[in-house]
Nanobody, 116 residues
Framework: VQLQASGGGLVQAGGSLRLSCAASTSIFNFNSMSWYRQAPGEQRELVAQITRGGFTNYADSVKGRFAISRDNAKNTMYLQMNSLKPEDTAVYYC???????????WGQGTQVTVSS
């Protein structure tokens, strides 16, 4: 499984970005698809997750501002990020868990920088 993340960039506080994560195989192969982020000097944290059944959950810090979604036909997951804050600055990684093997796969990361 290969994952290609894109969509990061530099944005002012209050702005929006949409991240994309394209998978090399059908997303129906995955138990879950997730976005994580890691800021400098910090541990990687779960930002948002969508399960195979379509259930979503979010970190408290992004609830109401971020939305995770997927396009089954394009084998792609998205993270719409609105009302961005400087503390959202991090490298964002997409992650999937393959249902058959239980293996986690990671994308290469995309930098999001929010200026104040």
């Amino acid at each position: 499984v290969q994952l290609q993340a894109s969509g990061g960039g530099l944005v002012q506080a209050g702005g929006s970005l949409r991240l994309s994560c394209a998978a090399s195989t059908s997303i129906f192969n995955f138990n879950s698809m997730s976005w994580y982020r890691q800021a400098p000097g910090e541990q990687r944290e779960l930002v948002a997750q969508i399960t195979r059944g379509g259930f979503t959950n979010y970190a408290d810090s992004v609830k109401g501002r971020f939305a995770i979604s997927r396009d089954n036909a394009k084998n792609t997951m998205y993270l719409q990020m609105n009302s961005l804050k400087p503390e959202d600055t991090a490298v964002y990684y997409c992650n999937v868990n393959e249902w058959r093997s239980g293996i986690d796969y990671w994308g290469q990361g995309t930098q999001v920088t929010v200026s104040s």
